[in-house]
């Protein structure tokens, strides 16, 4: 049996105002295409996923983010690979930024509320789950 190819993921919770946080929709052209996910990317080998997201989200979206505590981890099966999935709450460095829609078909500011409205990959529909059920 081979063995199942492992990513690790990042995703910000990057909050502007309170409660409201930015997601992205993800381009049609790209894997799960036009779902809405938290900003973020993947992490490369020897990288450290704080280091690793500040440099997703600036290539993604052209901003530039300080990352604090951890919000969330949790490990996802798609059918062709697995997801270690780590959120973290951000922050920009300047509120002023505007988000580059280069690497994304675009974005919004939304209340978790909001977002459970939406469509998002299994594994960011799960950690919004999760969130939505630690703020209640």
Known sequence: MPVRKQLRVVGAMLEREPGRYLITQRRA???????WEFPG???R????PEVALVRSIKERLGIDVVVDAKASTMKHDYPDYEVDFSVFHCRL???LQEVSHAKVNSHTWATLG????LEFPDADARTLGF???SEG
Request: no cysteine; charged share 35%; proline share 8%.
């Open 41 to 43: 990317g993947r992490v």
């Open 131 to 133: 969130l939505l059920e």
């Open 45 to 48: 080998d020897g990288e450290e």
């Open 93 to 95: 460095t300047d509120p």
């Open 29 to 35: 052209s790209a894997v799960l295409p036009l779902l």
């Open 114 to 117: 909001e977002m459970s409205e």
